[in-house]
């Protein structure tokens, strides 16, 4: 780690005997190879994904500002099976709560930031949405300009709400200097969205998906998320059947639907930050929904082995080349031998990832909508 700053100041220690309820690991599970900060503060060289907790809530209205959230969704994290050994894990604890909620808004920043500047992927176990701000700052404090994307029911922009959770999101996509190139919400449910801000979302050429939509066709959002650098998922947008502990609607998304987009955060070489928010534990039942993260922390190391083994664009030979035009315009589509992934050439020869559909709808002469949409925000 750089030498200015030790993160380990704002953190503290997992308290292991807790976590696993003295049980301890058998070979194999996750808690036994996991490099966490338990006693003395882990040696982070070797790990490319490193778990963080911040159990924060106040931005929500709750006043016991402190959940027990991260340390619940360890639990049954650790006691999975260790799949993917070219990936290494490291968990250098929880975030200290600050007397106010703004300071521990402040050092898990910090430490997101540190983290990310030493070249590692952060996991971040929250307490509320609103911690989505800190993430972003761990940027903006870098003056890197990202595309962020968002899994929620909720459009996080309820200026009338005194809750910080329910209208970050201001903050985030108009505060000034703003470094958000472009933003994906993606399974809002329309029902809890006034038309207006969808409106809003689209003037500003941000996109967003309703939950429908991604149900039918999750593979499409693969390319959408493969763009992204901050991902953010609030486990509102899963059906309350599939994560008792999200109390907002009997629908959404399922516990596999999940899976499969924290695989596809995984898989992305851009994702270098991840959170996941909204565990309120005193709704959860039989720890149900620390089980659901669970699994979708499974996956991202699952997409992590899988993207890995993805070529570089320049290596021309790992990919399937295809040539096509459209409304006159001439483009190259590429598609991974490896992965099965596409990507589009723009008119400035750059490559954006897409999705087989795009290229079946350039092939019969129509404009893909991800093309026009990556012309329209230059």
């Not at 890995?308 to 990919?319: G, I």
Request: net charge negative; hydrophobic share 35%.
């Amino acid at each position: 780690m750089s030498d200015h700053l030790n993160i380990s100041d704002f953190l503290s220690p997992v308290n292991l005997h807790e976590v696993s309820h003295d049980e301890g690991y058998k070979d194999g599970q996750l808690g036994k190879t996991i490099a966490v900060y338990s006693e003395e503060f882990p040696d982070l060289d070797e790990a490319q994904i490193v778990i963080v907790g911040c159990g924060e809530q106040r931005g929500s209205g709750l006043i016991h500002g402190h959940s027990e959230a991260p340390d619940i969704i360890r639990r049954h994290f650790y006691s999975l099976y260790y799949w993917h050994q070219d990936i290494k894990i490291a968990d250098v604890g929880n975030i200290k709560v600050g007397s106010l909620f703004t300071d521990s808004y402040a050092a898990l920043k910090t430490v997101v930031q540190e983290l990310m500047n030493d070249g590692k992927t952060v996991i971040i176990l929250g307490g509320s949405h609103d911690l989505t701000l800190s993430q972003y700052n761990a940027y903006a404090e870098n003056k890197k300009t990202i595309e962020a994307s968002c899994v929620d029911a909720l459009i996080d922009l309820n200026l009338e709400s005194p809750f910080r959770h329910e209208n970050f999101l201001m903050e985030m996509l108009t505060g000034e200097p703003n470094y958000i190139r472009h933003y994906n919400h993606i399974a809002f449910q329309s029902y809890y969205v006034h038309p207006r801000m969808l409106e809003t979302m689209d003037k500003l050429r941000f996109d967003c998906y309703r939950v429908g939509s991604v149900k039918e066709n999750i593979d499409e959002m693969e390319p959408v998320i493969r763009n992204s650098n901050l991902f953010s998922f609030d486990i509102t947008a899963i059906a309350s059947a599939y994560a008792p502990a999200s109390t907002l609607s009997p629908n959404g998304l399922n516990g596999e639907e999940a899976c499969v987009l924290m695989r596809y955060a995984g898989m992305s070489p851009n994702v270098n930050s991840i959170g996941i928010y909204g565990y309120d534990v005193q709704h959860d039942k039989d720890e149900l929904t620390a089980k659901q993260i669970s699994h979708m922390l499974w996956y991202v190391l699952d997409g992590r082995s899988r993207g890995r083994r993805e070529s570089e664009l320049d290596e021309r030979d790992s990919f399937n080349e295809y040539h096509t035009a459209f409304a006159e315009v001439e483009t190259t589509f590429l598609q991974s031998k490896k992965t099965g992934r596409w990507w589009m050439q723009l008119p400035d020869k750059k490559f954006i990832a897409c999705s087989y559909k795009d290229y079946l709808l350039a092939s019969s002469n129509e404009i893909p909508e991800r093309w026009l949409r990556a012309q329209e925000r230059g």
